[in-house]
């Protein structure tokens, strides 16, 4: 079965200074979604890669997928406070056309104003 | 269009007891998901509809659980006889797909159960 790692599991930074997080899979990824999430609230979907080299950018959150389709970066530049939550990495291992994915646990994000 | 909705939102109960949530997927929607999630972990898949067909169940969702998606629609997650274990939030997904592509897959705000 697919594992999906996420690192760091928690990151606390200053407002306005920028930041990784980055998801690793043990087997190819068919699709990666990364999706942010409130404390005991639903996910957002933030963005969703399938090409090997893809990057999409949303406001100030940029996502890519490596060549090798088994890695996936989020990176947010100045980041706020709005920005804080949980970030969780889905994906799919399969390239059964569905969206049974496979979630990493998460990197709890902090923003200190 | 409001996105997914779930209902209850929270739900508490006492052991042994039987719940049942709902979850109204994006009106144009075929898929539709359940998911559930414990505190500090991602949240793990337990069934999908295409339509009205429920075309597969994860090992997670025992006999006391079932599902429903009735007329394609909006979907029903029972659980009968409920355990403590069962404890975590439920959360409703959905996707429109024409083809073999994954689809943008959308979250309902999830019911959050504690079975005392």
């Known amino acids: 079965s697919q594992e999906l790692e996420q690192s760091p599991q928690s990151l606390i930074v200053q407002e306005g200074k920028n930041l990784t997080i980055n998801c690793t899979s043990s087997?190819?990824?068919?699709?990666l979604y990364w999706y942010k999430q409130k404390y005991g609230e639903g996910l957002i979907f933030l963005m969703m890669?399938?090409?090997?080299?893809e990057e999409k950018s949303h406001e100030k959150i940029t996502a890519k997928l490596d060549e090798k389709k088994q890695q996936s970066s989020l990176h947010i530049t100045a980041s706020q406070p709005s920005h804080a939550g949980i970030y969780l990495c889905?994906?799919?291992?399969?390239?059964?056309?569905?969206?049974?994915?496979?979630f990493g646990t998460g990197t709890r994000l902090t923003i200190i104003p | 269009d409001t996105g997914v909705s779930q209902d209850p939102r929270h739900k508490i109960t006492k052991r042994g007891q039987n719940v049942t949530f709902r979850c109204d997927p994006i009106?144009?929607?075929?898929?539709l998901y359940w998911y559930r999630q414990t505190l500090g972990q991602g949240p793990e898949f337990l069934t999908y509809?295409?339509?009205?067909?429920?075309?597969?169940k994860s090992r997670l969702l025992s006999d006391r659980f079932s599902a429903e998606r009735p007329k394609g629609s909006f979907s029903t997650l029972e659980i009968q006889r409920t355990e403590q274990g069962d404890s975590a939030m439920y959360l409703c997904?959905?996707?429109?797909?024409?083809?073999?592509?994954?689809?943008?897959?959308?979250f309902g705000s999830g019911t959050q159960l504690s079975v005392l």
């Open positions: 997904a959905s996707s429109f797909s024409v083809g073999q592509g994954k689809e943008k897959l959308f």
């Open positions: 087997k190819t990824l068919y699709g």
């Open positions: 890669l399938q090409k090997g080299g």
């Open positions: 889905g994906a799919d291992g399969s390239n059964f056309g569905n969206e049974k994915l496979t």
């Open positions: 009106s144009e929607h075929n898929r």
């Open positions: 509809f295409q339509n009205e067909a429920q075309l597969e």
